[in-house]
């Protein structure tokens, strides 16, 4: 697809509903394409504006963007009500079938691009589009068409707020972890982004204010020389610009050379999915790494100079309450409760249509009818006591992202709900990291449900 202008040009409302605090590039990308082929196009991001049916009703289509479940949870509510044609795009998509007139998964841009001037021949409402589909983009991604990066999460560093951007280096992942919704679009294949485009598209959020870039890659070392020269080329243009990046435990480990260069080079700190520590666990959701090599993990990047910021899965149908409490002393244990946010501890397993979990004998014994509104087949614990743990925690997470309590005192909260004792622990005040502290697998708060 070229950014050739149609002989058909239309109005066209891309919508956002959560993007993990940042400013849409999912959204922009295809707003960019589609406006150098002559469409009219508005954005509309549900993060940082209200719902307004106005809009829909001037646009002859509409399409949402759904990369997650949070997101997926907010756009089966407005997508409903919009009587226009609808098109949901994105991983989590397919969970929003039932309101829109097509849905498209995987390498979306230019699927959608024929589906907004009517020339997609979809054979079914859902449409797995994988490596094969991609293209280079056409025209850079319409940040104009949004909010400003000011409005979107910041850097907090050292007492300062610093604006930041957003970009992918690569779309999809060469892993298949039982768990998570890439492999089930990508199937354990990657997509770069032409090198040149991104660092284009860097340049211009640093022009508009950027001291910070986010790489939002499902892994940043699937494809460890591209990103290299990503990242060495965007030092070399802006050298006082800082970046983070995720990275599976297991790269961390086999890439282990480069990460003093990766701190020179900008990188603050590295989100990394440890997910458990529990060895069944991890093993159930193929995981790759032990709770031994999540400690050299740490211990590895913080003699470089770099902060681990984990992410958990604590709840699953395997997990005992001594796991929990496990997974809470690991944290305290490594120097980390500065490092999580509190919502991680939260986090219940979510096993929506098609998810890998679904291949394990076990979990299909545990879990009950598909529950179309919550996006996932609802599992219940043996223990009926983990169960009504998740539930305290996830009150007191919620509670306390929305006064904005200090990570430590949340977290001895936490521990004494599990029955640990209180300890004394450096909530990292001062550490890098996102002012964003929710979660793409976390239910959606009263607060984003207030914006529909």
Request: charged residues 25%; contains cysteine; hydrophobic residues 45%.
């Amino acid at each position: 697809m070229t950014a050739t202008p149609t002989d058909r040009p239309g109005r066209v409302l891309l919508v956002s509903a959560y993007e993990l605090g940042h400013q849409p590039l999912a959204v922009a990308a295809p707003a960019g394409v589609l406006r150098a082929r002559g469409h009219e196009v508005r954005i509309l991001d549900l993060s940082v504006c209200r719902w307004d049916p106005e809009l829909a009703r001037w646009a002859d289509r509409v399409a949402f963007s759904v990369p997650m479940h949070t997101a997926a949870r907010l756009v089966s509510r407005v997508a409903a009500e919009v009587d226009r044609p609808v098109c949901c795009f994105g991983l989590y998509a397919p969970m929003c079938a039932d309101v829109a007139d097509v849905v498209l998964a995987g390498e979306t841009g230019d699927a959608l691009v024929r589906w907004v001037e009517g020339d997609l021949d979809a054979t079914g409402p859902v449409v797995r589009l994988g490596r094969e589909a991609a293209r280079p983009p056409a025209a850079p991604p319409a940040r104009d068409l949004l909010p400003p990066l000011e409005q979107y999460a910041h850097l907090a560093l050292g007492g300062a707020e610093h604006v930041v951007g957003h970009v992918d280096a690569s779309h999809g992942c060469v892993h298949r972890c039982r768990h998570c919704p890439v492999p089930v679009v990508y199937d354990g294949r990657l997509r770069v982004v032409d090198a040149a485009t991104v660092l284009d598209d860097i340049e211009s959020q640093v022009l508009s204010g950027a001291r910070h870039i986010d790489f939002g890659d499902p892994d940043f070392l699937n494809g460890p020389h591209h990103s290299l020269r990503i990242v060495r080329s965007m030092h070399e243009r802006f050298p006082d610009v800082t970046f983070d990046c995720t990275v599976k435990v297991e790269h961390v480990l086999r890439h282990a050379s480069i990460w003093p260069e990766m701190a020179e080079l900008g990188c603050l700190f590295v989100v990394s999915a440890f997910e458990h520590t529990s060895p069944l666990v991890l093993e159930r959701l193929d995981k790759g790494h032990t709770p031994g090599d999540m400690a050299e993990a740490v211990a590895l990047l913080r003699a470089a100079g770099i902060q681990v910021r984990p992410s958990w899965l604590p709840f699953t149908p395997w997990t005992t309450l001594t796991d929990v409490r496990d997974i809470l002393d690991f944290t305290a244990t490594h120097d980390l409760v500065g490092n999580v946010d509190p919502v991680q501890y939260t986090i219940r397993l979510l096993i929506p249509k098609g998810s890998l979990l679904l291949d394990l004998d076990d979990v299909g014994a545990v879990i009950g009818p598909w529950d179309a509104e919550r996006f996932t087949y609802p599992w219940r614990s043996a223990d009926p006591a983990v169960d009504e743990l998740q539930a305290r925690l996830a009150a007191i997470a919620e509670e306390a992202a929305g006064v904005g309590e200090p990570a430590a005192v949340t977290y001895n909260r936490m521990r004494a709900a599990t029955g640990l004792p209180e300890v004394e622990v450096d909530g990292g005040e001062g550490r890098a990291r996102l002012t964003e502290p929710w979660f793409c697998c976390a239910e959606p708060t009263s607060v984003q449900y207030d914006a529909l």
